[in-house]
């Protein structure tokens, strides 16, 4: 069966800084993989996704991901914080042939002016 | 997303009772999902639908049931309340065309007390 982890509850970043975000993932075939972002008092807005080809995927917002297949992971990476990017994050996976999308616990982002 | 509306927004509610929550969707999309969001527990999924004539069940539908009244709207009902089902519900759509970016509506509370 598919999951998806994301092993930090909460990340602390100063602005300006570079921010992760992990995610990795477990499916018996090749996945499509995804990040969502939740804003206070709102629903999931879509970010960025994996479906084939180039391994960095370049999303909303100036965040990007990469796929490492080795590692099974997804993370999601930003060369420079903003505050505005204070949220909570979710990475998903789709096994290729499963009608289902698996979303991971969460992670919530802190920017610290 | 404003394409995906939900109502009620907010819903308090007592145990043993029976409530619909609402979803309407204007982006001509096929797919429609349920999911629920805990803290600390992420998104999981409660049914979906890719039709009119589709209904499936997702991770957690017991205690639920839903309705697919049309392309554009999917219901649904808590038959009899509980209060571990407090939570907040979210409606979510995709073309399933485009894999897999799912739109999501504001999100209704729920309180079951």
């Known amino acids: 069966a598919q999951s998806v982890a994301q092993p930090e509850d909460q990340v602390n970043v100063a602005e300006g800084n570079p921010l992760t975000v992990k995610c990795t993932y477990s499916v018996s075939g090749n996945p499509y993989l995804f990040w969502y972002v939740q804003y206070p008092n709102r629903g999931l807005q879509f970010l960025l996704k994996?479906?084939?080809?180039?391994?960095l995927v370049k999303g909303s917002y100036g965040f990007e991901a990469e796929f490492n297949k080795s590692q099974t992971s997804f993370h999601l990476k930003k060369p420079s914080a903003l505050v505005s990017d204070s949220a909570l994050y979710f990475c998903a996976v789709r096994e290729r042939g499963d009608d289902k999308i698996i979303f991971g616990k969460g992670t919530r982002l802190h920017i610290l002016p | 997303d404003a394409d995906v509306t939900q109502t009620p927004r907010n819903r308090i509610t007592k145990t043993g009772k029976r409530i619909m929550l609402e979803c309407s969707q204007t982006k001509g999309h096929d797919r429609m999902y349920w999911y629920r969001q805990d803290p600390g527990l992420g998104l999981r999924l409660i049914y979906y639908s890719f039709d009119v004539k589709d209904i499936n069940k997702g991770e957690i539908s017991d205690g639920y049931s839903v309705s697919r009244q049309a392309q554009a709207k999917f219901s649904l009902s808590l038959e009899s309340a509980i209060p571990n089902q407090t939570a907040l519900y979210f409606c979510a759509t995709s073309d399933g065309t485009k894999l897999e970016t799912q739109y999501f509506g504001p999100g209704t509370r729920l309180l079951v007390l």
């Open positions: 994996y479906i084939t080809g180039d391994n």
